[in-house]
């Protein structure tokens, strides 16, 4: 039986592991910034943890380390990654440069049981979820690609977050940790289908993190039929869910909706929108879709994506058109996975 990876931790879960182990509560401290801050992969390296630890830990556990196995860099920076885990399963992330920011997209889960009907990595279904480590080491593993700190990371590769909850969390607080990647709270972001109950949870974390919800049409019907997996969750059950989100917290939560030709941008479409956002605290961003090859689905023309632009905005909802990244590499979530392994 394989050994669990001490990379799935985070400080909590490591100032419990070295209570039950008799070890100081700093114990946790040192081990994080060995795996997260300088990157070892055998406890053999842990100089500050005694020997007799160092060999206890080592009998105990393993370090996960992704392997690199594909990476594709866009003519705009962009780089998209496949990792393959321990176990052979195979991730992707996104690092998004901008200015003296960086931004990393990484999966939650391998593959994906919502079946989104515009994605790649829906199509291929569900193979596991991911532990924390797992997604904790695509956002370093990123961070090492481009010698750069990461300012921005979104849990929205692969995967629905909430369908992977406590992982998910356990990553975010890797990732936020000042001794583990650093990155800040409101700088984090999980982007969910609309899993209500997963909301109201995250609503309750003592954190600044902050929620992208992929809503891509606010007509109960077009919904459902783009986003299967949430169906049990019907648009008013989110939008209740969302007005409590924002009472709890008081950051508005940001409405993603991806712009698709001739099903989610027509006139019906629009004014249902608008009629969802309205009385929201949100902040909608429209995405021009890339492409997926296969998909029966094409972008919406730039003259209807500025018509929902306007319309939100004379709404009063404010709205942001996403600038599109890494066109020319398989940037849509699943598809260098598809590509490479041909799933
Ligand atoms: S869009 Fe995201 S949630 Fe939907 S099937 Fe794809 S990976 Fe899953």
């Known amino acids: 039986m394989s050994l669990p990876d001490i990379a799935a931790y985070d400080r909590a879960g490591l100032e419990r592991l070295f209570s039950e182990m008799g070890e100081p509560r700093y114990r946790a401290r040192q081990v994080l910034r060995w795996l997260w801050v300088r990157g070892a ?6 100089t500050d943890l005694a020997a007799s630890l160092r060999q206890t830990l080592a009998e105990r556990f393993t370090i996960g380390r992704p392997e690199l196995v594909a ?9 998209k990654y496949l990792w393959r885990l321990a176990d052979g399963a195979t991730v992707e992330s996104v690092g998004i440069p901008s200015g003296n920011r960086l931004t990393v997209c990484f999966s939650t ?22 532990s924390a480590g797992e997604m904790a080491a695509q956002v370093a593993g990123v961070a090492r690609d481009f010698s750069a700190r990461v300012s921005n990371a979104v849990a929205m590769g692969q995967g629905e977050p909430f369908a992977n909850y406590d992982a ?4 975010l607080r890797i990732l936020n940790d000042p001794d583990a990647l650093g990155i800040g709270a409101r700088h984090i972001t ?19 993190f902050t929620l992208a919800v992929s809503l891509h049409s606010a007509v109960q019907t077009t919904r459902d039929r783009l ?12 939008k209740d869910a969302l007005l409590r989100y924002f009472a709890a917290t008081g950051r508005r939560p940001t409405l993603e909706v991806a712009l698709i030709s001739a099903v989610n941008d027509t006139d019906e479409e629009i004014d249902s929108l608008v009629a969802f956002c309205t009385g929201m605290p949100v902040h909608v961003n429209l995405i021009p879709m890339n492409p997926v090859e296969g998909s029966p689905f094409s972008r919406a023309s730039d003259e209807r994506v500025r018509k929902v632009l306007h319309a939100l905005s ?3 909802i404010e709205t942001s058109v996403r600038a599109e990244r890494g066109a020319d590499i398989s940037a849509a979530c699943g598809q260098l996975r598809q590509r490479v392994s041909g799933a």
């Open 41 to 46: 992969s055998s406890f053999e390296e842990m």
């Open 71 to 79: 990476r594709e860099v866009s003519s705009d920076g962009t780089r």
């Open 109 to 130: 889960q391998a593959g994906c049981a919502m079946g989104c009907a515009f994605c790649a990595t829906g199509a291929s279904g569900f193979t596991r979820n991911l």
């Open 168 to 171: 998910t969390l356990a990553a």
């Open 190 to 208: 999980v982007s969910t289908c609309g899993i209500v109950p997963g909301i109201e949870r995250f609503a309750a974390e003592p954190e600044q």
């Open 227 to 238: 986003m299967p997996g949430v169906r049990r969750y019907p648009l008013a059950a989110l």
């Open 314 to 316: 004379d709404a009063g």
